[in-house]
């Protein structure tokens, strides 16, 4: 102990000599708690933008008849799919030269139709899962509760910086 303090000098030139080896440090590699906090900073901004985005839903004609027509696509294509499988007994030979008429589509139209209905219900999946209901409720769950500062919310450490 006595050689280091020799060389080094006070204990504020070492606290400098560390600050010093810990910003040569953080130049190589990022501090793991600075970018933790960020992210979490990131986090909680971007759940207080959505919150007040929804903070006053909106119940007006035009509203309601855009929920209304967000709505018609899944019955639409379940019913429809129905109808051709009625239209198929009903009328073979024309429904036969409309599936040939559909051989004609060219493949990436395929592809297109594939991709909207897939981002269709997938954005609609999406939303289901993030707005959970409980069971038995008609209520969207509430987000669950998220901690203010990771970092600080930690017993031991508290009790550390206590001492």
């Keep these: 102990m ?16 560390g600050q010093a ?15 933790m906090q960020a992210a979490h900073q990131a986090y909680i901004a971007a759940l207080d933008e959505y919150g007040v985005e929804f903070a006053n839903p909106r119940d007006g ?8 027509l967000n709505r018609l696509p899944r019955p639409m294509l379940a019913l429809g799919t129905l109808g051709l499988f009625i239209y198929a007994m009903i009328d073979p030979v024309a429904f036969a030269q409309r599936m040939i008429g559909l ?15 897939g981002f269709y219900f997938g954005a609609r999946e999406a939303y289901h899962y993030r707005a959970r209901r409980p ?15 990771p970092v600080n919310d930690n017993p031991a450490l508290r009790e550390w910086q206590g001492h």
């Design 2 to 17: 006595g050689l280091i303090s020799r060389v080094i000098g006070t204990p504020a030139a070492t606290s400098a000599l």
């Design 135 to 149: 069971a038995g409720t008609g209520e969207i769950a509430a987000p669950p509760p998220v901690a203010q500062d």
């Design 103 to 117: 051989n004609h589509v060219p493949e990436p139209l395929w592809w297109l139709l594939g991709a909207i209905v």
């Design 21 to 35: 080896a810990v910003g040569v440090a953080e130049t190589f590699v990022p501090n793991a708690t600075k970018k």
């Design 61 to 68: 004609w035009f509203d309601r008849f855009v929920n209304g």
